[in-house]
């Protein structure tokens, strides 16, 4: 066996230092370019991609039954590969078999593994980008970002944070209390890390690896085993996961089940069933508040960490680069679809329009900006393409013709030409009771919304951020105290700012290292990717102790 | 205003650091001496406390709209103080109030504050202590120390480890990425430490001030604010300790309903009115695993910690001290008269007895032994009452006498001769399907347990501990390998262990900064006192980003 923690203990240092700095750092580059990758990374990934569909999925000694398998087909490729399969029951008691090997590893060992697995997904990038695109609707460029180096970054982070929770404290001691003129009382102490148990890792459908490697990733470095539940539609990114998860374990002689997959079809999912088994310590979840308050419900005594439905907003106020601001603005609307979490949805302004160093602008006038930049950004089909990505989930479609009654539609959402894709659509909010945009709308829909003033652009757009949740807000203003306003609104409704984001940088964006991914502190979710309170319990700490000999 | 932060900033900084080693420390001096209070403070408590006595308690500014009081009097001695009551509707809307200058406050500005306060209350120990002791039913040796300086440890541990946590990582950063070529993007963040919001803690009647602490001061430091609903048999302690703190805060210039007193009289609770209003965001209980499924699940979207119902155990599979082993026990037994969430409970060993330094000992030897130690220890009335207190419920006493039916006693339980008393009852259990050891039978009464070998009293004890809960382990053996057998028995179980303890210190003892009290890994309750995950879910981060000014 190699020394894994030794290979990759000082990534392990700069990562736990880069938690508490917050500062910008990344160890996992996300240019896909074959000068960092290797020059044959590229036509590597996709032969190895290619050399998977329409097969069967090698796993090693996972646990089978039968074989599943009908992912989605955004960009008309259909993937065709199955994967093993088998009941709850038996992938919990495979789980329950490995567990005593990974817990009784002490937390360097545990790291180690976690991190080389990273490592060898990390030079994987390009054929993790091809599954991540072929099964999420991404487009290249972003599914290689996001399923491959960003993700692998959250997984990175995740270590850290619990590699660092769980070192914090002495697990030797000893304790010596005065007693007077009497000789003290010395106890040895020594501390265990015993992990919760079982943990389950609920995938998305739009970011399979981003928002799974977190909960993943600090479930197995506090010694829990894990199952990982995909969505039927997006398998491949997590499998390959697991995977790699797998040999690495296979290899430092531990049992390969620490890590295992449960994957099912559309129609056919087998998430509920896991969870009423009650197996689990552990659950992390992403996707709609209505399945995450179902499981809290069912979840009998597992903590559960969530990332929910919410509504997220653009607060308009003001600019002193107008033509900045909307082309930011088109471009945070139209990447990926708006299938981000991160998205914006609802645009607060006021109804009397804004001043801008263009001079003053009318509510209409700051619609057309926006709606022209976009227009301009997706003239081009293959660029169109290449931004908006394609549609992940039918059901979309369907959400994007329904928001056309929601108000004046001041841009119709239209195809890039390749995919299944949609364009931003673009409503004039009518803005009564019960109106759509008063709960998220997921997919290319966004909502302009005609405010009496600055202040209560900035009060309504707290107001749903605190009442629905909201992972962003983003705010445009010059004033310093509507800024200051804005700061303590957002604040308060628990969601991240970003002011006057102009050029290369979108409020869609969270970098790991720096950017806490989710607060906690509205509906939104409470896993914060990635603070303490997402590691800390995740594993206790044991006593025992006893005289020292005198 | 005096700047607190300041004046206790080197204590603090020593409390994370004692929280990290582990090793022995507290500021607070546990014996209850004129040479450490001061020469008069021993007659100042008295006077005070009788000053109190059959009086209206005098808590300036707080809600009021009746008053409250009908504590217990384990000793006889009726106190006859009422509190100050208002309607939950009332306490929430003041609460609230208090909210906004309480969360704006820097960690440091509040840690200073608490310190004060626990400064103060340290002041006050006698005091406290004869509150707690006609409250509790302790002796009054035990209800100074963990009406006092104990509870103010665990209240200093609980704001040092939640301050640690808030400044662990940056609030302020600079985040360039490099772009290659062109300049870097460059955002500025800033970080907000916002509390979760309103917090409630639930106390208990044995020990409001020590299970009492950990939460509120943790919630307190944290920026939330906190109402403190008292056991009815003991709000005194708890009174004393919301007054200092509304002092200090007003000292300060915060609202004094930060902290809030909602007390009430038995029969006429109010904690499910208060929770079921769904208004707290925290909530901090110690009492019944009946009442804690209670509330979990009526508690909302509430943060819920508690600590619960258990079977703790003494595993005695041989010793080379018997004579100190049986003294050992005999004390644990009796201290208190059973009322600890730390007393032993069952005790397994084998039913061929025992290898000991005096020779072989059968189990009835071994009985005997323990037997005759109480006996011993408990032959004079006072040292029996200062020893084993009073009983602070009556339905203690009931338990007692239905505990008698479980098997053969081998010890009465007896009054002491003082207050509402009852000395250890001792059964040898038939240990039969659904017998009374299986579950707490909180007070004076032990189960010994006899085993087929000391394999299967590890795996008994560690099983019980496991299935119901437990704090506390005992495990009396010679054998290395027995020890590690138990260990691993016992860590699995998530109860910490103490090995071989004879002389003047015992399983019941919990020492802030090094002894994590409850685990979280069992059923006894998820509140580990002090770990960063019972601190750092109090609080949320939420971040402000902008482009920095070329």
Redesign the interface.
Known sequence: MTNLYDRHSALLARAVEA??????WTPFPEVPSGKVYGETAKADGIAAFEGLVGNAFDMPGHPETRRVGRENAPWGKSLSITYPAADPATLIAASEKAAEPWASADPETRAGILLEALTRLNAMSFLIGHATMHTTGQAFPMAFQAGGPHAQDRGLEAVAAAYA?MT???TA???????GKRDP?T?E?R??I?P?GLSLMIGCQTFPNWNGYPGLFASLATGNTAIVKPHPGAILPLALTVKVLREVLTEEGFPADVVLLAADEPGAEVTKKLIETHAFSIIDYTGSSVFAAWLRKNAGSALVFTEETGVNSITITGTDDFAGMCDNIAFSLSLYSGQMCTSPQNLYLPKDGIETDEGAKSFDDVVSGIVDAIDRLLSDGAQASSICGAIANAATFARVEKARQAGRVVRESRETGLGASATPLLVVADDREGGLERDECFGPVSFFIACDDAHDAIARASAIAAEKGAITAALYATDGALIEEA?NA???A????????????YVNQS?AF???HV???NPSG?A?LT???FV??RF????????RAA
Chains 1, 2 share one sequence.
């Not at 206790?540 to 005289?547: A, D, G």
């Open positions: 938690l508490r700095t917050r500062a910008f929770e914090g404290s002495a001691a000893t304790w010596e209390k005065p007693q009382i106890l102490k501390w265990r015993v919760r700061a957002f604040s308060k628990g969601v991240n700012l970003s002011v006057n984001l102009t050029g290369n940088i970098a720096s950017d806490y607060t906690g502190a409470n914060s603070d303490t309170a800390a319990p206790r700490r044991v006593m025992i102790r006893w005289p």
